[in-house]
């Protein structure tokens, strides 16, 4: 079913750590056909990582097609894959779900 010409990350990077998302941008690279379109999401709330998941995209192949405003209550992102898929290994894992409520309560208690 790999690679995809569409491929939607929604409701995963505001509920896995920091470490996971950029483990799954990885992951995105051998999801996605060579000109394939990736939607996601992640919420701006604090800590605000959507820039740096910009970052971790752009620089894996993924040229930035359109952001929602940060103040527009919600973020969503598109970015098309400008490179070649790699294959995707059996068995890997992408991230561990943890929730954005535990999430919250370690950002707090820092």
């Known amino acids: ?3 995809a010409d569409l491929a939607l990350m929604c409701g995963v990077f505001g509920n896995i750590s920091d ?5 799954t941008v990885g992951f995105c690279t051998q999801l996605c056909a060579t000109g394939g379109t990736l939607v996601w999401t992640r919420h701006h709330k604090q ?3 959507f820039p740096k ?3 971790w995209f752009e620089k894996r192949g993924f040229v930035r097609e359109w952001l929602s405003a940060p103040g527009a209550g919600f973020g969503d992102g598109v970015h098309r894959f400008a490179s070649e898929p790699a294959p995707l290994p059996v068995g890997a894992r992408m991230f561990t779900f943890v929730g954005y409520d535990v999430l919250a309560q370690v950002a707090r208690e820092r």
Request: hydrophobic share 30%; proline share 14%.
């Open 47 to 49: 800590p605000d990582v």
């Open 19 to 23: 470490e996971d998302i950029e483990r």
């Open 53 to 55: 998941i910009c970052d």
């Open 1 to 3: 079913m790999t690679p």
